[in-house]
C-alpha cells in the first residue's frame, strides 16, 4: 500500500536478531532468495543492529543440489537452530514425505527453546510434521493446501490467504508471498517506517495483508485511460479523509455499482469496503507514530467516529490505536504487538 513514513534513519533493537534460514537439496531458490534479501543484506538506513542471517542444512559443507541447475553450500549445521531468535524453512523438497527426523527434532527444540519459527510454500509441511501446525491456522501454496490437510488432519488449513500470523508459528503461500510475510516479521519487528524503507528497495509495495486471497483472477489490470478500476483507487487514495461509498468509487470508474463491486474484486482479492478500512488503517499508522491523538487520526484518515476507527484498527494490527500510538511516540525503542492479519 502506498503509504510512506518516518525518516530513514529508524531505531532498531540493541542486538541484532539472528535469524537460521535452513535449506535443503533440491529446493527452489526463490524463496531463500527472498530471505536473504530481507534480512540478510546490511540496511545503514535503520540506526542500530539489523537481522543477522545465518543459512544452515542437515548436510553443512557439503554441495546441495538446487533446482535450476547449480549447487549451494551451507557453512552451518542445524545446531545454529538452538542460538536462533527466529527460524525460517523456506521449502522442502517433497511434500508428500519430507522433512527427515533430524530437521523435525531440531524445529522442535528450536520452537521450544523459544525461537520463532516461520515457514514459506512447502516448508509448512516441516513445521507441520515438528507438530508446531497442531490445532493452529496455517497455510501453504495452494497447490498443497489439500495436500497439507490430508497429511496433517491437526492443522487448521486457509487455503485462500497470503499469510498467517499466529504469533510464534507464522506460515506463508508461494514465492511472492513469502516476500509479502518476511516484510511482515519487519513491520512487526522495527514498525512500518522501517518495513516501508525495505520495501522501496525492494521496488515492492510495502504492505499486502495476509487475509488477500493467493489467486487473483486480474491482479495487473492494464494502465492507462481504459485502467477504470485503477482510476477509481488513485482518487480514492487521494480522498481518504473524505467519505466514500461504493457508489462513489464506481462513478469515478464509470461502472454501475455491482459491476465495479466485481471487477474490483478480481482486482485486488478483497472488496471495495474492506480495501478502503484497510488503506485508512494503513494510512493512520505514520500519523499515529507521530503523536496524533486517536481521535484527530481518526478523522484524518475519514472514520467517522473514534469507535469505528478502534474497532477496525484492533482487528487489523490486533492491537489498539492507543497502544501503537504510546509504542510508537511513548517509549523509545518500544515495539507494538504482532499483527495478526489473518481475518
Not at 526463490?30 to 545465518?54: N, Q, T
Not at 557439503?62 to 536462533?84: I, K, N, P, W, Y
Not at 492443522?155 to 485462500?160: I, N, S, T
Not at 495476509?210 to 486480474?218: R, S, V
Request: hydrophobic content about 45%; some cysteine.
Amino acid at each position: 500500500m502506498p503509504v510512506e513514513s518516518g525518516p530513514a534513519a529508524l531505531s532498531a533493537p540493541a542486538r541484532p536478531h539472528r535469524i537460521a534460514a535452513l535449506v535443503t537439496e533440491g529446493m527452489a531458490p526463490f524463496e531463500l532468495g527472498a530471505v536473504v534479501e530481507v534480512f540478510g543484506l546490511p540496511r545503514p538506513e535503520v540506526d542500530g543492529p539489523w537481522y543477522a542471517l545465518d543459512v544452515c542444512s542437515d548436510r553443512p559443507h557439503t554441495s546441495l543440489r538446487m533446482t535450476g541447475g547449480f549447487t549451494l553450500v551451507a557453512e552451518h549445521g542445524l545446531d545454529v537452530l538452538e542460538a536462533a531468535d527466529t527460524v525460517i524453512v523456506p521449502a522442502v523438497v517433497d511434500p508428500r514425505t519430507g522433512p527427515g527426523p533430524d530437521v523435525v527434532a531440531a524445529l522442535r527444540a528450536a520452537h521450544a527453546n523459544g525461537a520463532r519459527v516461520v515457514s514459506i510454500c512447502s516448508g509448512a509441511f516441516a513445521l507441520a510434521a515438528a507438530g508446531l501446525l497442531d490445532g493452529r491456522e496455517a497455510t501453504t501454496h495452494w497447490r498443497y493446501t489439500e495436500l497439507l490437510a490430508e497429511r496433517f488432519p491437526a492443522v487448521k488449513v486457509r487455503p485462500d490467504v497470503l499469510y498467517v500470523d499466529q504469533g510464534d508459528v507464522l506460515t506463508s503461500a508461494g514465492s511472492a508471498a513469502g516476500l509479502d510475510l518476511c516484510l511482515h516479521l519487519v513491520r512487526t519487528d522495527h514498525g512500518p517506517a522501517t518495513a516501508n524503507v525495505v520495501a522501496r528497495r525492494l521496488v515492492i509495495p510495502p504492505h499486502r495483508e495476509g487475509g488477500q486471497a493467493q489467486f487473483i483472477e486480474t491482479p495487473v489490470a492494464p494502465a492507462g485511460p481504459r485502467d477504470s478500476v485503477g482510476q477509481a483507487i488513485a482518487w480514492a487514495l487521494g480522498h481518504l479523509a473524505e467519505p466514500i461509498t461504493v457508489e462513489d468509487l464506481a462513478r469515478h470508474a464509470h461502472m454501475a455499482p455491482r459491476t465495479f463491486a466485481r471487477h474490483f474484486t478480481r482486482r485486488t482479492g478483497t472488496s471495495p469496503i474492506r480495501w478502503l478500512i484497510v488503506q485508512r488503517i494503513q494510512a493512520s499508522l505514520p500519523l499515529l507514530e507521530a503523536g496524533e491523538s486517536v481521535t484527530r487520526a481518526a478523522s484524518l484518515v475519514g472514520f467517522d467516529s473514534p469507535v469505528t476507527f478502534r474497532h477496525h484498527f484492533t482487528r487489523t494490527i490486533n492491537t489498539s490505536p492507543a497502544a501503537y500510538r504510546r509504542a510508537f511516540h511513548g517509549a523509545p525503542g518500544a515495539q507494538p504487538a504482532a499483527a495478526t492479519v489473518l481475518r
